[in-house]
Nanobody, 130 residues
Framework: QLQLVESGGGLVQPGGSLRLSCAASGLALDYYDIGWFRQAPGKEREGVLCISSSDGTTYYGDSVKRRFTISRDHAKNTVYLQMNSLKPEDTAEYFC???????????????????????WGQGTLVTVSS
């Protein structure tokens, strides 16, 4: 069974940091483009950061550039989202997803394309508040 499981969410003060994890089972993340998405209450899901499996090319959403980064632990088959300088507007449910037919991170992070991705995690809640 192909499965992604996110963890690491929680409550953090503005300016703080969190690292989210996306652990895979049933598929090797090395072979697929991986994306992080988020959905705030009352808003559409948006692509935060997507990374290519082939060359590591990364797409960053405008709102997270220079604050969020992505990394992989090949041995643990896990992808991480490091979030720094968090702002209240970063509050959302965060999801990771895998593109089984990679088309590149720029396309993957677009909402119209992402809604058809086959593999999604259950989400982890991040709340940025003082």
């Amino acid at each position: 069974q192909l499965q992604l499981v996110e963890s690491g969410g929680g409550l953090v003060q503005p300016g703080g940091s969190l690292r989210l994890s996306c652990a895979a089972s049933g598929l090797a993340l090395d072979y697929y483009d991986i994306g992080w998405f988020r959905q705030a209450p009352g808003k559409e899901r948006e692509g935060v950061l997507c990374i290519s499996s082939s060359d590591g090319t990364t797409y960053y959403g405008d709102s997270v550039k220079r604050r969020f980064t992505i990394s992989r632990d090949h041995a643990k088959n896990t992808v991480y989202l490091q979030m720094n300088s968090l702002k209240p507007e970063d509050t959302a449910e965060y999801f990771c997803a895998a593109d089984l037919n990679p088309v590149g991170p720029v396309v993957m992070c677009q909402s119209d394309y992402a809604r058809n991705l086959e593999i999604w995690g259950q989400g982890t809640l991040v709340t940025v508040s003082s």
